[in-house]
C-alpha cells in the first residue's frame, strides 16, 4: 500500500501563487505517472497535470503556462506549483499515482480557493 498526502492548499487572492505538495509513503520512482487532478463542487474530477517517471510532463490546455508540475523522486515528493490564480481554479486538489504494476493510488486531497 502506498498513502499519498498533499499539502499546501488555502486561500489566496486572484492573481496569487500556490505550491502544493504530494508526499508519498514509498518511493514514486516505481510509478510510471504521478499527476493532479482537481474536483470543483458539483462538477467532475479533471486532470491538471502529470509528469512520467522519465520527467515528462503534460498539462490540460487551459492551465498551460500557469502551472508546472515537477517531482523530486529522492524525496518521494511531487509538487504543483500554480500561479496568476483564477476564482475558477478553486478546487479540491488530488494527487495521484498510476503504476502498472504497482496499481493507482489517490491522496485525501487540499483544498484551493481563490478569492476574487
Known amino acids: 500500500q502506498v498513502q499519498l498526502v498533499e499539502s499546501g492548499g488555502g486561500l489566496v487572492q486572484t492573481g496569487g501563487s500556490l505550491k502544493l505538495s504530494c508526499v508519498a509513503t514509498r518511493t514514486i520512482s516505481r510509478f510510471d505517472v504521478m499527476g493532479w487532478y482537481r474536483q470543483a463542487p458539483g462538477k467532475q474530477r479533471e486532470l491538471v497535470a502529470t509528469?512520467?517517471?522519465?520527467?515528462?510532463?503534460s498539462y490540460a490546455d487551459s492551465l498551460k503556462g500557469r502551472f508546472t508540475i515537477s517531482r523530486d523522486n529522492a524525496k518521494n515528493t511531487v509538487y504543483l506549483q500554480m500561479s496568476s490564480l483564477k476564482p475558477e481554479d478553486s478546487a479540491v486538489y488530488y494527487c495521484?499515482?498510476?503504476?502498472?504494476?504497482?496499481?493507482?493510488?489517490w491522496g485525501q486531497g487540499t483544498q484551493v480557493t481563490v478569492s476574487s
Open positions: 509528469i512520467t517517471a522519465g520527467g515528462i510532463t
Open positions: 495521484n499515482a498510476d503504476g502498472l504494476w504497482y496499481g493507482v493510488y
